[in-house]
């Protein structure tokens, strides 16, 4: 399938035009990263606490981080994960919001604070089971006894109940209510509660619209570890395909690929700077699928053109990357169209968790295959022009030559 047949656009005559918009966004991204002073980066990089909460009903999540605002938790990450029937986010926290302590559940406290006065004001005196520990039922319900153990001895009677406390919370965080109940009486199912338990429980705590869940903390010295090997993991990878073009083309292909791929890489993370987007692990996975994509887009103009060279010796190299570039364009348009109509839909479509992701590889996509034609290939030809390939091969030489005798 062909859009275009035999298209005759002399590209190379529009390369300054290419390097203007390119020096615009490079300069409007660097500016944006300067005045910010760095780019925005994710609680995976900065270190802080994830907190995952599910919810009974589909939740507000700028109500959330409004309030989560208001009570001095900072600017709070929030995020839908899993279905959206499931009504669970990830609410993340800036780690100076959880400093103040070295327990694992601060982060998980603070939300579960947050979130019981978002709600409105809880029952006076009473407990939310939902969000409960098992020591926390425990002690209520020794308090109350409702069993009538306190006949046995006050360890026996503590023993007791929080084995049937273990069982109640082990009940509610089961797959079935995922941490959540609805109603007390959702625990008949529960090996030894009886209707004076239920009472108890009744007068001493109440059902929220929420369960704080499972948490999470990633420490600064993480953080910065993880920044370091995003970095050296992207280099690496555009180290390894410079030697791979080095072996299967020649080295100026290799150099005019990285350089094209590096130009990506930078316009992407300067419109996210300019967007104000959070760098993620997720996005730095996008990252390096950028990388390859490009790299592999570039690869198969640079292919043609070293078929038409072959084939095509007395042509001068100027026109022969214009007319390489127009054959592969129809294969150029269909693959990168369909790419960034599925990139699209997951940005438009996929919720939350995979923004970030989508949200680079739309830009990748377009940014990518620009730079295959409009950056890579001018800098193929300027080496050409400027004779630098006579330091890696002679064929360049010789092509000159040709060229040369042919004008003649």
Request: aromatic share 10%; hydrophobic share 45%.
């Amino acid at each position: 399938m062909e859009f275009f047949h035999e298209p005759k656009i002399d590209w190379m005559g529009k390369k300054w035009y290419f390097i203007g918009l390119t020096l615009v966004l490079l300069v409007a991204g660097m500016a944006s990263i300067a005045v910010k002073r760095g780019l925005t980066y994710g609680i995976d990089f900065r270190g802080g606490t994830l907190v995952y909460v599910k919810f009974s009903q589909q939740p507000n999540l700028d109500a959330i981080r409004n309030y989560l605002k208001k009570v001095n938790l900072g600017e709070a990450t929030i995020q839908r994960y899993g279905p959206v029937s499931a009504n669970q986010v990830i609410i993340g926290l800036d780690l100076q919001t959880t400093t103040s302590s070295n327990a694992l559940d601060a982060g998980k406290r603070a939300i579960a604070d947050a979130l019981a006065g978002l709600s409105g004001a809880p029952p006076e005196g009473k407990v939310d089971l939902n969000n409960a520990s098992p020591q926390t039922v425990a002690e209520h319900l020794v308090v109350a006894d409702p069993l009538h153990l306190a006949s046995q001895g006050s360890a026996e009677a503590l023993r007791r109940y929080r084995e049937l406390a273990d069982a109640m919370v082990n009940f509610r965080n089961a797959a079935r209510h995922s941490g959540l109940l609805a109603d007390l009486s959702e625990l008949n199912a529960v090996t030894g509660v009886t209707p004076g338990v239920l009472e108890a429980l009744g007068k001493d705590f109440y059902l929220s619209s929420y369960a704080v869940g499972q948490t999470e903390i990633v420490g600064p010295k993480v953080g910065s570890d993880l920044r370091r090997q995003a970095i050296y993991v992207t280099l690496a990878g555009l180290g390894a395909m410079l030697v791979y073009i080095w072996f299967r083309f020649e080295l100026i292909y290799g150099v005019a690929a990285v350089i094209a791929t590096f130009h990506d890489v930078l316009i992407t993370l300067g419109i996210f700077s300019l967007l104000s987007k959070e760098i993620s692990l997720t996005v730095i996975a996008a990252l390096l699928t950028l990388v390859g994509y490009s790299m592999n887009d570039t690869i198969v103009v640079f292919d043609r053109i070293r078929e038409n060279v072959h084939l095509n010796k007395r042509e001068s190299f100027y026109d022969l990357v214009n007319r390489s570039i127009n054959q592969t364009l129809s294969r150029t348009i269909l693959t990168s169209g369909l790419t960034f109509l599925a990139v699209l839909s997951l940005y438009l479509f996929g919720g939350e968790v995979i923004h970030g992701f989508a949200l680079t590889l739309v830009i990748g996509v377009i940014i990518g295959t620009y730079s295959s034609i409009a950056i890579a290939s001018p800098i193929l030809v300027f080496f050409y022009q400027r004779g630098g390939k006579n330091r890696v091969g002679a064929r360049p030489r010789a092509l000159e030559r040709e060229t040369a005798g042919a004008q003649r």
